[in-house]
């Protein structure tokens, strides 16, 4: 999500990319447009635990 931000795209456009490359439903619009959210305000602090 974040190289999406800094690519600049939407938050439909960086879901519909990121779920071509890791399959359906990997993503959901709401959760990426938190994140975008949280990128817009400077908030770059990414966990560092697994997430599967």
Not at 35 to 51: A, E, G, M
């Amino acid at each position: 999500m974040l190289y999406e931000f800094k690519k600049g795209s939407t938050v439909k456009n960086a879901v519909k990319n990121i779920c071509d490359v890791y399959g359906k439903d990997v993503l959901r619009v709401r959760k990426c447009q938190r994140w975008f959210f949280k990128f817009r305000n400077r908030v770059l602090d990414l966990p560092d635990k697994p997430v599967f």
